[in-house]
């Protein structure tokens, strides 16, 4: 990944390509103060999804900016690739630059996920004398939103949501200083010139932000936008808005995220080691799945139940301004009935759900693209991530198979996310929900031209479910021909998708207990025992057949899955309770399925 520099070589200058996630990280002032520091001439700018690198200067000063380009990068950095080239002739003026971004195609491009308020601008928060104090918005180099506002890459201002707030003289004079924490910061605001809090009814800014804090504290129900998407708060203390919130979403039965103030808030609501608290704490800021607290002050509705509770810290300055105020924990989650997308403007919330909450903290800064919350847990001593959102995607997972040509997978029917490979890496767009629902099959078809175009790839094959029913696969009937188009069977890519997670070589058994998909033999599979690889599989064991209740209602509702196992199941190796022709009369669905349930 570096040179070695001779004389002879060097005389005009070098070079550098780094490839990775090096936009939206700060790595071109990281570059600059390199530089600089090294004594070096040159340049650096964003160059499609990468960053390239003009230098000149003594050997050992390119030596050394070279080995700390790689050992010193950004936290938030990834570098897949550093290519050198040397530049014969090449001349370069009186000190190092950052010039402007150039659009260049191909070579891959990587987006960085949101990134969690850092210290430095926590501690500006809640600074009287800091022109940002109290402000909602603000962000640095190290933190605030990517993925979420971004348009199009290279990553630059006017290519994100922020491109409609022209920088103030103060916030202008700190983007372009190079010892600055701000220094070509793009979504750098101040109350001067950025974004701005409303409530619905008139406030504005503070005022707003006070609206909604008494609305809490009352026991109101509140829709405030988030980062990536409009989000659901309450009192998790409070009952009866803990009833009111799980009715608005349709949400009967099904546990709540808790966002806790601080960590050792979180600490007494569930019991946490030093993983789970690093997983808290940790720039993806996720929900961490842990124990329960028995003496937790949370009503018991929250977690439905379960021995387990979803906790998460504030990642957000307007989510550490809400839970500084209120110092309770709260429940928060998305903004949307159950199967839907997250709400991501204020027309779809207020359409949704607005007679159905106590107002809406809203702001002006648009969303580009929905991210729910991460979800993680700590199995073994190491973080499993259950749900990759906010904080982790887009940034991109490594193959154990590398597609030819870049690939399209559009995934199943409910819960639907899709995914973009190229090369040996595949991105995954946001969690979309049910593909029944007329604004997620809107939403998913967005997802897909957004990866492609942020990616910079042309889709040239697809990956579809087995099921020729579920919208995602006519989707890709409708958008791919025949020859271009892998239908994958349902579970082989759920244990496929677990093998690729944990680097495990093939062959493997996977144990899918999951919900419907279609079998290559042309009933609906549910509970497997698979003898696989990465590219194809063989069926060991199943469990036994049985009629659909109302076909695909069953997957919803177990009860009827259990009447068809105990009124029609396949004689598997045991004897079966007698039929009942009043059970089996003509409204019954004779769909044969092999199924855990859904």
């Known amino acids: 990944m570096t040179a070695t520099i001779t004389p002879t070589q060097l005389h005009g200058g070098l070079r550098v390509e780094v490839h990775g996630v090096v936009q939206g990280v700060g790595f071109r002032p990281f570059v600059y103060r390199t530089a600089t520091n090294c004594g070096l001439r040159g340049d650096v700018r964003n160059a499609g999804g990468h960053v390239t690198i003009r230098i000149a200067g003594p050997n050992h000063a390119v030596a050394a900016f070279l080995d700390r380009l790689v050992r010193d990068a950004p936290a938030q950095a990834r570098i897949d690739r550093v290519d050198t080239a040397f530049l014969d002739g090449w001349s370069t003026g009186v000190g190092f630059h950052v010039l402007d971004s150039v659009a260049v195609g191909g070579g891959g491009r990587d987006l960085p996920p949101d990134l969690a308020t850092c210290a430095a601008c926590l501690i500006e928060l809640f600074d009287p004398a800091d022109r940002r104090y109290r402000y909602p918005f603000i962000n640095c180099t190290d933190c605030g939103p990517r993925a979420t506002i971004v348009t199009d890459l290279p990553y630059d201002r006017v290519r994100t949501t922020m491109s409609g707030f022209a920088m103030c003289t103060d916030c202008a004079a700190e983007y372009h200083d ?57 009192d998790a203390t409070d009952r009866a808005a803990v009833a009111r919130m799980r009715a608005a979403k349709q949400r009967p039965t099904k546990p709540l995220a808790v966002m806790a103030p601080d960590l050792d808030a979180a600490g007494r609501l569930a019991h946490l080691d030093r993983a789970q608290r690093a997983l808290l704490i940790s720039t993806a800021r996720p929900i961490v799945l842990a124990a329960r607290r028995t003496d937790a002050r949370l009503d018991a509705g929250v977690a439905a139940g379960l021995p387990e509770v979803g906790v998460f810290l504030p990642y957000s300055p ?22 839907e997308p997250m709400a991501i403007d204020s027309g779809s919330v207020l359409q949704t759900l607005g007679s159905l909450v106590d107002g809406v903290l809203d702001h002006d800064r648009p969303i580009h693209s929905r991210y729910d919350d991460s979800v993680a847990s700590v199995v073994a001593g190491a973080p499993r991530v259950v749900r990759r959102a906010r904080g982790y995607a887009p940034e991109a997972l490594a193959l154990p198979v590398a597609p030819p ?110 919900g419907l998909g279609l079998g290559d033999d042309g009933t609906l599979w549910g509970g497997e025992v698979l003898l696989a690889g990465y590219t194809g599989y063989r069926r060991m064991g199943r469990f036994a057949l049985a009629p659909l209740p109302g076909g695909a209602a069953a997957v919803r ?21 007698p039929r009942s022709p009043a059970i089996c009369s003509p409204g019954w669905t004779r769909a044969k399925c092999a199924s855990y349930g859904g």
Not at 329 to 335: G, I
Not at 565 to 571: H, L, T, V
Request: glycine share 10%; charged share 15%.
């Open 405 to 514: 040509e870049p690939l399209l997978a559009v995934g199943a029917q409910l819960k639907q996310t899709a995914a973009l490979a190229t090369g040996g890496q595949a991105v995954l767009g946001p969690h979309t929900g049910d593909l029944e629902d007329a604004q997620c099959l809107a939403a998913f078809e967005r997802t897909v031209a957004t990866l492609a175009r942020l990616r910079d790839a042309d889709p040239r094959f697809v990956a579809h479910d087995l099921h020729p029913g579920y919208l995602s696969s006519q989707y890709a009937v409708a958008h791919f021909p025949a020859g271009r188009r892998l239908a994958v069977q349902h579970h082989h890519a759920h244990v496929a998708a677990v093998a690729a997670e944990h680097s495990l070589p093939e062959p493997f058994i996977g144990v899918a207990y999951d």
């Open 178 to 234: 190079p010892t600055d924490r701000r220094f070509h910061a793009e979504p750098i605001a101040c109350p001067t010139c950025g974004p701005q809090l409303s409530w619905r009814g008139g406030a504005v800014g503070e005022a707003a932000l006070a609206a909604a804090v008494e609305t809490v504290a009352g026991g109101g129900l509140v829709a405030v936008k988030g980062i990536g998407g409009y989000q659901l708060v309450c």
């Open 318 to 339: 307007l989510h550490h301004l809400l839970l500084h105020r209120l110092a309770r924990p709260l429940v928060v989650t998305s903004a949307n009935r159950a199967g």
């Open 557 to 577: 509702r177990p009860a009827r899955m259990a009447l068809g196992y105990i009124f029609g199941a396949e004689e598997f190796g045991g004897p079966v309770p």
